[in-house]
């Protein structure tokens, strides 16, 4: 969070309090984007006089000081250089604008590089949020890497990955159909019943959300999935899963899939496996198309 703070004799700033904190942040903005407005802090610091002085004596007239706090990993950078020489000119130009451009020369731009480790707000390092950040974004990440892995086995048909993704006791329920597969071989046993039993399988799964508590977690997720039985029956699903997932040292893994189906459809399906076009009857535009000319 960029803070900046403004030290000037009060007749300077008086009255122009919008107006500078307006160019200041704009200053900011035109070196790290839009995205950085809602973060800058600007203070502005009015002296007295009497209360600033320079070789002893006190000033009527004093060029504007600003002091400047940028994170440090701002100036470690490849182009730190070029950031500080742009965040410089353009504080300055800012400064001189609103209190006057004969203060241009003496306006002093001081740039201080705080460490995360060193700063806090509200009572807790930089360090430490940003850290517990990164890692509740790797373990978003993750889960939602194990929920594709699911879709992806169960597509795939590899029985011994999908028990893979459960946890040694983890349980896959279907409430609605009076499933319930416990344990890894219970899981793989599922896996397998699911695939003598259908001659058309899809199952396309969306992003859901996640709730993180530390070792923990809770989700839910949106799919849905077209099913052809062997020996007739079809269902169109559009469902729910409601999961539980557990940090373990192979990674997250699942505790439960409960499956909701919020919506059936047992219309017999038009189509069929797999094939091309022509294997449904469908010839191939190309091939259909009349002669262009």
Known sequence: MPHLTVHALEPQIAGHERDLIARLTQAVTSVYGEAARDLVAVR???????????????????????????????FTRADGRQIAARLVAAVTD??????????????????????????????????????????EFRDRVEIEALRAEFTDAV????????????????????P????????????????????????????TAHPGVVSLSGDTATGRACLSEVIRIRGGGSHLNYALYHDRYRRTPEGWRFVERAYEIRYLDSTPLAGGPGGSLMDHGQPHSAQTSGPRG
């Open 94 to 135: 800012a400064v001189a604008t609103t209190l006057g451009e004969h203060h241009r020369d003496g306006i002093v731009v001081d740039l201080v590089a705080t460490r995360d480790d060193r700063t806090a707000v509200g009572g807790r390092l930089v360090s430490d949020v940003a850290g517990r950040e990164a890692d």
């Open 44 to 74: 502005l610091v009015g002296l007295a006089a009497g209360r600033w002085a320079v070789g002893g004596l006190p000033c009527h007239e004093a060029a504007p000081a600003v002091k400047f706090a940028v994170r440090e990993n701002a």
């Open 155 to 174: 597509m795939m048909n590899d029985h011994d990955r999908l028990a893979s993704l459960f946890v040694p006791d983890g349980v896959v329920r279907i």
């Open 176 to 203: 609605d159909a009076g499933i319930e597969a416990v344990g890894r071989d219970g899981i793989r046993g599922l896996g397998q019943q699911r695939e003598a039993g259908f001659d058309v399988f899809v199952q």
